[in-house]
């Protein structure tokens, strides 16, 4: 299942709010303290992003510095795909509004906006597949979400979890055995993680309003459940599928749940921890954007020419998928 026309990351960016919400902030408004959030789900303190900005606002500066980093001038762009279900509005689209500000005025907007946390690795596929019509050269991936603007203020078994952020990430052609190697997805219908009203079968109502309806409802057992299955599982077929051994890989780019689930992924796959870097300590769980803030802290400080990664993702859905590949770089 390889691609025909190899593609790889060119470059990255990232966007964090400046504010920062400790857990110890929480525990002003919350039944919950910093020893129980932070034995619970590794989580020390997230970004919440400033009144008067959206998450177009986050996904643009991402976008900026990844073509920044690159070289390459939005009026190059093939396509935009946003990855966020936290969009600044239903209508209109929010990669539009991004494509918009970056004047990229030949890029095709598309939105993937229900993949949540496993947004990224889904828009990843997508934007290495578009790129398989030789007339693409560049597609830029943007994984973003405000979390905190769907997260109950009052419901400690949400707030706690979420930051908000961006990432991006540029791809293009790249040399032949390099780039995406392989990739693997996966999904079950489930309703354990949801914002039960706004939609068609539930439009906004007082009564939706009264129930707290318009927030994130999330049973974190089941979460667990799921990912500590389903993540090392896609991982292990997407390294069978590549040909390369676990071992062999260097950097595992998982999506920043919460340190536990990350830990058990981990352990269950014989990993040992300096192959696994964290961001969810400082900045929580950034939903689509989480996955984008490992890779990019990666990509800027370690990862070297012939490199393998995988990268893997898991959201409400439930959706999971993983991806491996092999860095160009520089020799």
Not at 11 to 32: C, F, H, I, K, S
Not at 156 to 174: I, K, M
Not at 228 to 250: C, F, K, Y
Request: with cysteine.
């Amino acid at each position: 299942m390889r691609l025909t026309r190899p593609v790889g990351i060119n470059a990255t960016g990232l966007y964090l709010p400046e504010q920062v919400v400790t857990n110890e902030d929480l525990t002003r408004t919350l039944d919950t303290s910093d020893e129980w959030i932070s034995s619970r789900i590794g989580i020390k303190e997230r970004r919440f992003v400033a009144d008067g900005m959206a998450t177009s606002d986050m996904s643009i500066a991402a976008a900026r510095q990844a073509l920044d980093r690159a070289g390459v001038d939005p009026v190059d762009l093939d396509a935009v795909i946003v990855a966020t279900f936290t969009p600044d509005q239903p209508l209109p689209s929010t990669a539009l509004m991004v494509t918009d500000a970056l004047g990229a005025r030949r890029a095709i907007p598309l939105d993937l906006s229900q993949s949540a946390c496993a947004g990224g690795i889904y828009a990843i596929l997508l934007a290495a597949h578009l790129l398989q019509n030789e007339d693409f050269s560049n597609v830029l991936v943007v994984g973003a979400d405000s979390g905190s603007r769907v997260t109950d203020p009052g419901d400690r078994g949400t707030r706690v979890f979420f930051g908000d952020a961006a990432g991006a990430a540029l791809l293009s052609p790249t040399a032949s055995g390099y780039g995406l190697l392989s990739w693997h997805t996966g999904s079950v219908l489930s309703y354990e993680v949801e914002i039960p009203a706004g939609g068609s079968r539930r439009p906004t109502s007082p009564e939706t309003l009264d129930e707290r309806g318009q927030f994130l409802k999330m049973n974190g057992k089941a979460v667990w459940n799921i990912a500590v299955e389903q993540l090392p599982d896609s991982i292990r077929r997407t390294a069978l599928r590549a040909g390369v051994g676990l071992d062999e890989v260097r950097h595992y780019l998982l999506h920043q749940a919460n340190q536990n689930i990350i830990d058990e992924a981990a352990l269950s796959l014989g990993i040992p921890a300096n192959r696994v870097p964290t961001t969810v300590r400082r900045l929580g769980n950034t939903g689509a954007a989480s996955m984008f803030t490992v890779l990019h802290e990666t990509m800027v400080h370690t990862v070297e020419h012939d490199d393998l990664m995988i990268m893997a993702g898991i959201g409400a859905g439930f959706l999971w998928g993983s991806a491996c590949f092999r860095h160009f770089g520089h020799r």
